[in-house]
């Protein structure tokens, strides 16, 4: 048996491609051990980076991504071949089939098509490089300033390998050299603490040096009693993983596992409390904060350094936010919006952040700390704490700040029926869901079954839906999601995902269509050749320059232009989607787009392509979500609070429509008139405490928002409705007008304030009752008129703080009728006593302009 191998560097690229091409083609039960079988001729003290790096491209986070994906590289290669048109535009559309087309490859695999393009070209006999060589190559592209560089790089390497060579290269580039292994299994598989260091780092260096380093001292102790002329010692046995700070290193978080509404009583089991937190619709981030070294790191849930892009504008809020020297602390990273008193919607952080912006900056929102060092140089790892110990410390240890550093509110729970009134509060209240953490439950690097759960009403059939129609289709990104391994030569077996749009509401005759969004998730592979064979007879190539008249004049963007589209609507067939939300987007004519669209149904069978959504149902489902969004993102309550007679919303959202009830006349009643009456408000979930403790009298309502609809309301929020006011013990007096003699009764005989309804929802927005100010007064009492006046001017303007812009056009609407030229003599007294405007009088101009006005 020969002796193993001291280094990887010097292994040759063209046995390790070999290996490769032959680990595609082995079974998926046969590839590890195919793997384990090829490492076990270097010894146990060589560093097997070098080779693994390669191997896992994804994981080599020493080496971040390249700059090139396939498009970049397809130019590159055109350039440095000097290739023929024809070969440059197999590799530039190198998912379209009718191009590769004759050639042995598969359309949609990259790797593959570039094989065939540079087979006649690239040197026939197996290069000299190495795994050092190729190594060395990939740094100087990673590094490379440029991209004239990185094909000057790109090309010093690719001059020396062969076909086969320079496509595993290609892969290598592209991160993924799609044979069937995952890291984790590979890690699992050849070490058994392997995957539990890289959870705790994402660094593969550092974990193969652990490990190399511990196999060398176990060797060294065995040599050296072996020369005592000790026993013989046992197989050293694989290191257990170390217990070093945590501080700094790229771990991947503990994550939640979904759940489901109708299986929430299987974690409740008498024994257990939750802790019940508003699921964020940001990013996850875990924040490591060191006051001393003024230094905080920054790193996503997929252990990528996101530091350059949020610490400038974060890093001091850590630093002054920390009580102690060191922390490690996972949360969420949100944008908010200081005119709009709201977080905006997700997807918006990294441009916020370079708006360097007062009025629009980042929050990070903690739920969790993971290690700790006090002033003294204690440390902390708070990892194997319960989460209600670490929950009650992170309140100790961080100072919020409004807006920019915030500590999620929990609220313990232990009963299924608490979490599913709960979950039906954040679905009225529009939340993204809501996130369960058992309260005993430790903290696991990248684990998922551990206690933590999330709720998304989307999960549970609740968020509504949307009928659009399918009018086009786009290649998929690989050969697996191709009939026939992408070898067929028919446009719709090439298709895996597809264009979606809604019917244009015209008078027109002519069929014509809004185009939406594309999806090619929620639906099986069966149902997909199913959805193809519908498609195939009428599918054609899609051609910017001539596009069909029915899709009213859109050629689609870089990211929406399909590769296929009907020869016309009627050909299509209805698809059922559900969507996170609703997003702006410039990409589709309808303007907006859906945000992680699936099919719910793939065919709706029971729908002609005629009854399929309009441009006009989604715009008034974009209003009615507007609408919702401005009053905190609320909806009414109409199962929970309805009057005699009316009919409920119950099923809504679901496409058939409600069987019509008989009407049931009943004799008519006399007691407390409607507006006087209380809502049946014992059915309302509460969904936060806002209101806790608060006793409200809610005088009136108007069409939009109802009485009971108010009452419910102050429900849902913790507070208490109450039909009268009681001086002294009713905590606030809310309305919509003063137009009947009630609320003016209350007015002028009573002096209480009365607060607009809307004041409510402005503070749900907030999260917390805010201070009140004159645009909120319906009414205002002598005391708060003296307490306002010494905050605001005759017109509601704030002296001592900055107001949006609405709020300022509120104020100028306010004095229109008010001659704003004349000024006070207060004022032209100050003025006149100042020196630089002895002899001087400007106001003069102003007051005899406005006379002669």
Known sequence: MSASLTSCDAESFHRFCLFLESLHLKKKTEKLQAVEHFLKRFDGTCDLFPLLRLLLPGVDHECGAYGLKESNLAKLFGE??????????????????ALQEGYRCAAGDFASVLFSVVEGR????????????????LTKIHNAP??????????????????????????????????????????????????????RSSNLKQVLDEIRSQYVRAKVEHTEEGARGGAEPVQPSQPRAGHDSILFSKFKPMLAQRLRLDSLSQIFDGSKTFSVEPKYDG???????????????????????????????????????LLGRQAVLDGEMLAWDEDEQAFIAFGSNRTVAQMNDQRKHLCFVVFDVLFYMDAEGQSYDLRQTPLKARQDFLAKIVVPKEHWLELVPGLPMSSAEEAQRRLEGAIEARLEGLVLKDMSSKYFFNARKRGWYKIKPEYDGQ?????????????????????????????????????????????????????????????????????????RPHLKRYDPHRVPSWMGGWRGGPKSKPDAVLDSPSHGFVMEVRAAEIVPSEEYEFGHTLRFPRAVKAFRDDKE??????????????????RNALTGRRVKAKVEVQSEGEDTDEGAGSPKKPAARPRV???????????????????????????????????????QYSKADLEAYVVRHGGRHVQNFLRGRTSLVVAASLSDLRTQNLAKTAQVDIVLYTYLFECETAGKMLPLKPRHMLAT????????????????DAFYEEVSASALKAVLERISDVNAAQVPEDLVKTLEEHPKLQGSRPWEAAERKAATA
Request: glycine content about 6%.
């Open 80 to 97: 440095m071949l000097s290739l023929p048109e024809a070969q440059r535009q197999r590799l530039l559309k190198w998912k379209d089939p």
């Open 122 to 137: 690239a040197p026939k006999a197996a290069s000299t490089l190495t795994l050092g060589d190729v190594n060395l190559a």
């Open 146 to 199: 440029d991209a004239t560089e990185k094909r000057n790089q790109l090309l010093e390497v690719a001059r020396r390998a062969s076909a086969t060579e320079q496509k595993w290269i290609a892969k290598m580039i592209l991160k993924d050299l799609k044979v069937g292994i995952s890291h984790e299994s590979l890690l699992k598989r050849f070490h058994p603490d392997a995957m539990e260091l890289y959870n």
């Open 283 to 321: 990013e996850r981030i875990l924040a490591h904060v060191d006051v001393e070294a003024k230094r905080v790191e920054l790193y996503t849930r997929s252990a990528i350094d996101y530091t350059s892009a949020y610490a400038p504008s974060m890093r001091p809020v850590f630093l002054q936010g």
């Open 463 to 535: 968020s509504e839906t949307l009928d659009l129609i399918v009018v086009g289709a786009y290649f998929g990104d690989t050969a697996r999601r191709r009939a026939l391994q992408g070898q067929s030569t028919d446009l719709a077996d090439h298709c895996s995902q597809f264009l979606l749009a809604a019917l244009r509401h015209s008078s027109t005759p002519e069929a014509s269509v809004v185009t939406v969004c594309r999806v090619g998730t929620g639906f099986s592979m069966d149902q997909l050749k199913e959805m193809r064979a519908k498609l």
């Open 609 to 626: 392509w005629s009854d399929a959504n309009t441009d006009k149902d989604l715009r008034e489902f974009l209003v009615e979500g507007a």
């Open 665 to 703: 006349l009943r004799k008519r009643s006399f007691g407390v008139l409607e507006g006087f009456r209380p809502a049946d408000t014992a059915q309302v979930p509460v969904a936060s405490e806002l209101l806790k403790g608060a006793e409200v009298f809610v005088v009136n309502g108007d069409a």
């Open 781 to 796: 009492s002598p005391e708060t008129k003296a307490q306002l006046s010494y905050a605001f001017d005759q017109w509601g």
